[in-house]
């Protein structure tokens, strides 16, 4: 008996909608690419309990004919290529016609279609990728498709659906990822019954980045332009004091299509080289233009991924680009926010970060840099010994500040550089969680005017379950309606810092809340950005009296030698290392 069959076609496009339907958002994706394919002005997008229930896509594009609707339900049945030769020159956003099918096989599937030629309109019932219904109907121009009931015959793939906030916000985000693609489409997005997003057809491109990126953004955003002879690169970048924790709001698109690409993000972050702080990330849309036949678009089955030809060239391009905005811009924008003479905060380097030139000396103690290159009698203290020591930093006498940025001390022979911005992080973290803790908020700093503060889809409903917690801490936030939030007050430590990179940083940071780690643990990470946000910078000029406060302050801290991010607070060298280091005793 043989072993080896034929899968049944129903079965079969099942395991494909496993490939090209992972969520809800995915069956957005297919949907609004098909309308764009289409030729289509205006797209409207209905979604109930975050796609469960109903997901709508209607358009006003081409249409179909009778024959043609009959055909776009079948796999591999598609009007993008016709034979091998076009697989070569990709120029539509679908093509492989296997959505349709896959998404039909897993929901209950109906569309209505027609073209300007038809009389009436197409109507086909699909479910379960079986055929219920054909029938003539009354409608318009365009294509309305709807899928029900997502995965309600797979029930091992619908349980690992998330929460309906959840959901919703990958669909909110693959929206504004498509919007922000074709600015001259209009775009609109409904969840149960309510408009969440309506992008209006925008006669200029700025006008969507602007839309989709936040307006605070408006008058920080950089145009990009470049290209050589493998591609050609525009687009606008925020300025580097507006970043990320992650990569989320970095959006590139290749010939109109939105792609992760872990090169190409890279060399846009490379083109920021020593204006963002260690672990920030930037905020931009890039689009990359290249010759059709020099992408491989179809390498991933959510064509998510490309391969390119020339791939160094394109990252170069990339790379460059983003160079050449900022050498544009050091005579306006930037040099007016510094004083003469004074280099910005984004320009120093992390002497700690990977790759650095004095990584291997600086990052490890006298005892293990001994150890590597030459031997040793007289092994550093350890950070143990160093604790144990009461008033370590308080004792220790402050020689001056290097490049406003290191405070160097003379502790017993020992010369110890101390890291201020990581040094004041670790003391504001305390701070902040012994308050969480004691439940009593420290002094609170009023704002003159409240400031707004507009948030994503899946930010908004996350941050609104920590208010209690945020409140208790100082803050003083509210609920203003949708997604947006008024802050009133905030804890005194926290003050002199901008409001809404603050509150977008928790946000982002909360927002998994659902999937992510326990509520105490959240709340730490949280600490901890409020931490970083808080802390004096690099490049910050501190009197004597302050350093000498700094150190104070430090000395109380349960964990002084590390950040809350884990980064050494101070490095040493003892005297017989620099003594060694200068040749003066073998």
């Given at each position: 008996?043989?072993?080896i069959?034929?899968?049944?076609?129903?079965?079969?496009?099942?395991?494909?909608?496993?490939?090209?339907?992972?969520?809800?958002?995915?069956?957005?994706?297919?949907?609004?690419?098909?309308?764009?394919?289409?030729g289509?002005?205006?797209?409207?997008?209905?979604?109930?309990?975050?796609g469960?229930?109903?997901?709508?896509?209607?358009?006003?594009?081409?249409?179909?004919?009778?024959?043609?609707?009959?055909?776009?339900?079948?796999r591999?049945?598609?009007?993008?290529i016709?034979?091998?030769?076009?697989?070569?020159?990709?120029r539509?956003?679908?093509?492989?016609?296997?959505?349709?099918?896959?998404?039909?096989?897993?929901?209950?599937?109906?569309m209505?279609?027609?073209?300007?030629?038809?009389?009436?309109?197409?109507?086909?019932?699909?479910?379960?990728?079986?055929?219920?219904?054909?029938?003539?109907?009354?409608?318009?121009?365009g294509?309305?498709?709807?899928?029900?009931?997502?995965?309600?015959?797979?029930?091992?793939?619908?349980?690992?659906?998330?929460?309906?906030?959840?959901?919703?916000?990958?669909?909110?985000?693959?929206?504004?990822?498509?919007?922000?693609?074709r600015?001259?489409?209009?775009?609109?997005?409904?969840?149960?019954?309510?408009?969440?997003?309506?992008?209006?057809?925008?006669?200029?491109?700025?006008?969507?980045?602007?839309?989709?990126?936040?307006?605070e953004?408006?008058?920080?955003?950089?145009?990009?332009?470049?290209?050589?002879?493998?591609?050609?690169?525009?687009?606008?970048?925020?300025?580097p004091?507006?970043?990320?924790s992650?990569t989320?709001?970095?959006?590139?698109?290749?010939?109109?299509?939105?792609?992760?690409?872990?090169?190409?993000?890279?060399?846009?972050?490379?083109?920021?080289?020593g204006?963002?702080m260690?672990?920030?990330?930037?905020?931009?849309?890039?689009?990359?233009?290249?010759?059709a036949?020099?992408?491989?678009?179809?390498?991933?089955?959510?064509?998510?991924?490309?391969?390119?030809?020339?791939?160094?060239?394109?990252?170069?391009?990339?790379?460059?680009?983003?160079?050449?905005?900022w050498?544009s811009?050091?005579?306006?924008?930037?040099?007016?926010r510094?004083?003469?003479?004074?280099?910005?905060?984004?320009?120093?380097?992390?002497?700690?970060q990977?790759?650095?030139?004095?990584?291997?000396?600086?990052?490890?103690?006298?005892?293990?840099?001994?150890?590597?290159?030459?031997?040793?009698?007289?092994?550093?203290?350890?950070?143990?010994?160093?604790?144990?020591?009461?008033?370590?930093?308080?004792?220790?006498?402050?020689?001056?500040?290097?490049?406003?940025?290191?405070?160097?001390?003379?502790?017993?022979?020992?010369?110890?550089?101390?890291?201020?911005?990581?040094?004041?992080?670790?003391?504001?973290?305390?701070r902040?969680?012994?308050?969480?803790?004691?439940?009593?908020a420290?002094?609170?700093?009023?704002?003159?005017?409240?400031?707004?503060?507009?948030?994503?889809?899946?930010?908004?409903p996350?941050?609104?379950?920590?208010?209690?917690?945020?409140?208790?801490?100082?803050?003083?936030?509210?609920?203003?309606?949708?997604?947006?939030?008024v802050?009133?007050?905030?804890?005194?430590a926290?003050?002199?810092?901008?409001?809404?990179?603050?509150?977008?940083?928790?946000?982002?940071?909360?927002?998994?809340?659902d999937?992510?780690?326990?509520?105490?643990?959240?709340?730490?990470?949280?600490?901890?950005?409020?931490?970083?946000?808080?802390?004096?910078?690099?490049?910050?000029?501190?009197?004597?009296?302050?350093?000498?406060?700094?150190?104070?302050?430090?000395?109380?801290?349960?964990?002084?030698?590390?950040?809350?991010?884990g980064?050494?607070?101070?490095?040493?060298?003892?005297?017989?290392?620099?003594?060694?280091?200068?040749?003066?005793?073998?």
């Amino acid at each position: 008996m043989a072993s080896i069959r034929i899968l049944p076609e129903i079965l079969s496009n099942q395991i494909a909608a496993g490939e090209v339907v992972e969520r809800p958002a995915s069956v957005v994706k297919e949907f609004l690419e098909n309308s764009i394919d289409a030729g289509s002005s205006r797209i409207h997008v209905e979604i109930e309990q975050g796609g469960r229930s109903l997901i709508r896509v209607a358009d006003d594009g081409a249409g179909m004919n009778y024959e043609d609707a009959l055909l776009a339900i079948e796999r591999y049945a598609t009007s993008k290529i016709a034979d091998q030769s076009d697989l070569a020159e990709i120029r539509s956003l679908g093509f492989r016609g296997e959505a349709l099918p896959s998404i039909a096989s897993v929901s209950k599937f109906r569309m209505v279609t027609r073209n300007k030629e038809s009389d009436a309109a197409t109507q086909i019932t699909v479910e379960g990728g079986k055929p219920k219904d054909v029938s003539r109907t009354g409608a318009p121009v365009g294509t309305m498709v709807s899928a029900r009931e997502l995965f309600y015959n797979t029930p091992a793939r619908r349980k690992f659906l998330k929460t309906v906030n959840t959901e919703m916000g990958h669909i909110s985000e693959t929206m504004a990822c498509i919007a922000l693609s074709r600015p001259e489409i209009a775009f609109r997005l409904d969840h149960n019954q309510k408009t969440i997003k309506d992008w209006p057809g925008a006669k200029e491109p700025f006008e969507r980045v602007a839309d989709v990126l936040g307006r605070e953004l408006e008058n920080l955003l950089y145009p990009v332009k470049f290209s050589n002879s493998a591609a050609g690169v525009s687009g606008w970048v925020a300025d580097p004091s507006v970043t990320r924790s992650g990569t989320s709001k970095i959006y590139v698109f290749v010939n109109g299509r939105f792609i992760r690409n872990r090169a190409i993000i890279y060399a846009l972050c490379e083109g920021f080289r020593g204006r963002l702080m260690k672990g920030r990330f930037p905020v931009a849309a890039v689009f990359v233009d290249v010759p059709a036949s020099e992408v491989d678009v179809n390498v991933h089955p959510a064509k998510q991924e490309v391969r390119f030809l020339k791939q160094k060239q394109v990252i170069e391009a990339v790379r460059k680009a983003v160079e050449k905005a900022w050498s544009s811009a050091m005579t306006g924008a930037f040099k007016k926010r510094d004083s003469p003479g004074v280099r910005p905060p984004w320009e120093y380097e992390d002497l700690t970060q990977p790759g650095q030139p004095a990584q291997n000396m600086i990052s490890q103690s006298p005892a293990e840099y001994q150890s590597r290159r030459q031997s040793s009698e007289t092994p550093g203290r350890t950070q143990e010994e160093l604790f144990e020591q009461v008033g370590f930093f308080t004792d220790s006498v402050i020689i001056g500040q290097f490049q406003n940025t290191y405070i160097i001390c003379d502790k017993s022979g020992e010369l110890v550089m101390i890291d201020q911005h990581a040094a004041h992080e670790r003391i504001l973290y305390e701070r902040l969680r012994a308050t969480r803790k004691d439940g009593k908020a420290q002094s609170v700093q009023r704002l003159l005017m409240p400031e707004t503060v507009e948030l994503g889809y899946r930010q908004a409903p996350a941050i609104h379950r920590l208010l209690p917690e945020l409140n208790a801490m100082g803050f003083e936030i509210e609920h203003f309606g949708g997604e947006t939030f008024v802050v009133k007050a905030v804890p005194s430590a926290l003050a002199e810092r901008q409001i809404t990179p603050l509150i977008t940083d928790i946000a982002e940071t909360a927002e998994n809340t659902d999937t992510g780690p326990a509520m105490d643990d959240l709340l730490d990470q949280c600490i901890t950005v409020m931490a970083c946000h808080g802390a004096i910078r690099a490049n910050q000029a501190l009197s004597r009296q302050e350093m000498a406060d700094l150190l104070k302050q430090l000395d109380a801290c349960e964990n002084p030698f590390n950040c809350p991010h884990g980064r050494p607070t101070l490095i040493r060298w003892p005297m017989e290392f620099l003594e060694k280091s200068f040749k003066r005793i073998v």
